[in-house]
């Protein structure tokens, strides 16, 4: 049997070699990353850059942003199995494999992150009901699971393994049920995105991030809730494109990417009205009342200038929340795809600035500013994360039919 | 959280006014607990100082420059930043007079309490403990000895705690009325100068209650919230002025004054 009769029904893929060569040259990530995951794991994390200032750096930036990013799939789910809007079935299995490997990427990172990385189940066997942490590790891996489950069917799909009877009535009854998944995944979802924001929140002890409560969460478990959602969708679409760009095929109609697009600028224009009133209460409100000043929070030369708090805010929040809600711009795929992009990256530097700018900032008065800057090990670790999802998502490609339109779009 | 009470309350006066900065206390604390010594100490954000040692300046010119140095045990918060973030409960706040408690083999390493702590009293073993050849017949064999990859930090030497408590009982004395100086930190016992007292701040017999109550004395980030059981103590405006992030229109700084 020829590999060709793996690829899904009537479409074209690249040679055999050619592909291999791919898998290759994402190999030398896998491996560079594999021996710092062993290095991690063996001699533990005193061999990064972190350290009792940044006990949290690149890792935990890493996990949160694309724990944003991959927030294409709940939030596609529910629009399309919840809210039934029909055009998003061309895309749901890429924001699905998009959100899987989001997800189960933060968790291997986490694995290596934490300093006892056998005693990860404690979370489950000693929670404490009090730590948004404890919600966050929960859901994030009841919602991984949701995902494998939402993933599983795509690979029975396979043509030869739906030859299978009993492999094709059960992804025929998992697409029966995915309603169920979608709103499970949502719920979820939703929760543990606003945790994470909540883990912030109530860092009292931290002004740069501490936020007062609505309700038992703190402003930034809804800010964070709407930024992924925000983010995610326009995230799915640029994987999309990505992946076009690398093959050479048209993969979903542009008519479906601006869709994303239009949602991701509603969620976005909704968010940013939120962020900025956040912000500005904050800075007036916050801080004077922890004794500090705007002006104390940020420092050029450690860094953390404020020049992240502008680019944030303004051109990659505002700028593209503009771009993305006007039909003129949504047209011209240039634009929609520089949208989504600093609409992205706005959501990755707000993960950051939340992460280790927070660390930076000297609480005590006698105390001073740090810099923190990653090293090989975690660059290792995370681009092998990046690699994997590389790895995963080619071999879907080639062996799944997850672009329902590719053959219409290819004619 | 809510504000935890308890029927004792440990606590500690630093007296700003006579430390010199010597570094007794830290060297005591880290003998008394068995911080291991570190391979490579390049690293100063590497280090496990459960009593750093602040330098503190008034930021004036030679010949009105004035230094203070502040040594910073954990805080002991009655609102800890910590605790209440700990996804596995390996530190609470507890009935031992009070003392944030860590459980060594329970903590993960998620390092998100030290996130928490606004005073940098948490430290995490980035490498397996070393120890020299013979110096295993210096550890205090009432102290566990940390692994690799958990988080610790200072506990007011409660090793001393359950000593004390144990020779009240067996000369049938109250254990939770514990006379003054019947239990001290081996940072309070050490210092040459007397600066730091120890005590029950819930006696009013106790030292350590008259001294926190003065007006000279003040904690460290007090309008956070956090509580400290730690209180600092000095007659110079500008040091206790240092004990909070104050704002210009704001000056006076120091919680009594
Ligand atoms: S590092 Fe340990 S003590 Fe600190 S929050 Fe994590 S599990 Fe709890």
């Known amino acids: 049997m020829s590999e060709r009769e793996f690829w899904p029904e009537g479409v074209e893929r690249c040679d055999l070699g050619k592909f291999l060569a791919w898998l290759g040259f994402i190999s030398i990530f896998l491996v560079w990353g594999a021996y710092g995951a062993y290095k991690v794991l063996g001699t533990g994390i005193g061999v990064t850059a972190l350290d009792n200032y940044f006990g949290f750096g690149l890792w935990i930036t890493f996990d949160l942003a694309v724990i944003a990013l991959g927030a294409g799939a709940f939030f596609s789910g529910f629009l399309r199995y919840i809210m039934r809007i029909d055009e998003l079935k061309n895309i749901i299995n890429l924001a699905v494999i998009v959100g899987f490997l989001c997800y189960s990427g933060a968790m291997l990172i986490l694995v290596l992150d934490i300093g006892q990385p056998l005693r990860a189940w404690f979370g489950y066997w000693h929670p404490n009901v009090h730590s948004m942490l404890t919600e966050v ?56 995105q606003g945790s994470l924001g909540g883990m912030y929140g109530v860092l009292f002890g931290r002004p740069f991030v501490f936020r007062e409560g609505f ?16 983010s995610g969708p326009a995230f799915t679409m640029l994987c999309a494109t990505f992946m076009e760009t690398i093959t050479g095929r048209k993969l979903v109609s542009y008519e479906t990417k601006k869709l994303m697009g239009k949602i991701a600028g509603l969620l976005l224009c909704f968010y940013m009205f939120f962020k900025i009133l956040d912000t500005y209460a904050w800075a007036k409100g916050i801080l004077p009342g922890m004794g500090l000043t705007f002006d104390q929070m940020y420092n050029s030369a450690a860094g953390y200038g404020k020049t992240w708090l502008w680019v944030e805010l303004f051109w990659c929040g505002v700028i593209p929340a503009i771009m993305l809600v006007t039909p003129a711009v949504r047209n011209r795929p240039a634009l929609l795809y520089t949208a989504a992009i600093l609409d992205c990256v706005g959501i990755v530097i707000n993960r950051f600035v939340f992460t280790v700018q927070a660390l930076a900032i000297p609480v005590m008065p006698f105390d001073q500013w740090f810099s923190y800057a990653p090293n090989w090990a975690e660059w290792s670790t995370s681009l092998m994360i990046i690699a994997y999802g590389f790895l995963v998502m080619s071999l879907s490609y080639r062996y799944l039919p997850i672009f329902p339109q590719e053959r219409a779009l290819n004619r | 959280m809510q504000h935890m009470e308890f029927k004792v309350k440990w606590g500690m006066v630093i007296d700003l006014d006579k430390c010199t900065g010597c570094g007794a206390c830290s060297i005591a604390c880290r003998a008394e607990n068995n911080i291991p010594p570190m391979q490579d100490a390049s690293n100063k954000l590497r280090t496990t100082d459960w009593m750093n040692i602040y330098e503190l300046s008034n930021g004036k010119k030679f010949p009105d420059l004035e230094i203070a140095y502040l040594p910073r045990p954990c805080m002991q918060c009655g609102k800890p930043s910590c605790s209440t973030v700990c996804p596995v409960v390996a ?17 993960i390493g998620c390092r998100y309490c030290m996130a928490a702590c606004p005073y940098h009293a948490r430290y995490f073993n980035w490498f397996d403990p070393i120890w020299p050849e013979g110096m295993e017949k210096t550890l205090t064999p009432y102290v566990s000895a940390r692994p690799r990859g958990v988080v610790e930090k200072c506990t007011f030497c409660h090793h001393r705690f359950n000593a004390a408590k144990e020779q009240a009982r067996m000369s049938g004395a109250d254990p939770l009325d514990l006379p003054e100086d019947a239990y001290i930190p081996a940072c309070a016992e050490v210092c040459p100068t007397g600066a730091i007292v120890f005590g029950n701040l819930k006696n009013p017999e106790h030292r350590v209650a008259k001294l926190a109550a003065s007006k000279y004395a003040f904690r460290l980030l007090a309008r956070l919230g956090t509580d400290p059981q730690v209180y600092y103590y000095s007659k110079r405006d500008w040091v206790r002025q240092l004990g909070d992030n104050y704002l210009q229109k704001e000056l006076k700084g120091g919680e009594h004054v």
Not at chain 1, 159 to 187: D, E, S, W
Not at chain 2, 91 to 107: F, H, N
Request: proline share 4%.
């Open chain 1, 137 to 192: 590790i929960f859901c994030i891996t009841c919602y991984c699971t949701v995902l494998i489950i939402e993933y599983v069917p795509l690979i029975l799909e396979n043509r030869q393994i739906a030859k299978n009877r009993f492999c094709h009535h059960l992804a025929h009854n998992f697409h029966v049920y995915m309603p169920l998944f979608a709103g499970i995944g949502t719920f979820l979802s939703t929760f543990h």
């Open chain 1, 215 to 230: 309700f038992i969460w703190p402003w930034t478990f809804f800010l964070f809730v709407a930024s992924a959602i925000a």
């Open chain 2, 91 to 107: 530190t609470t706040k507890d009935e031992e007079g009070g003392i944030v408690s860590q459980v060594y083999p329970r903590c």
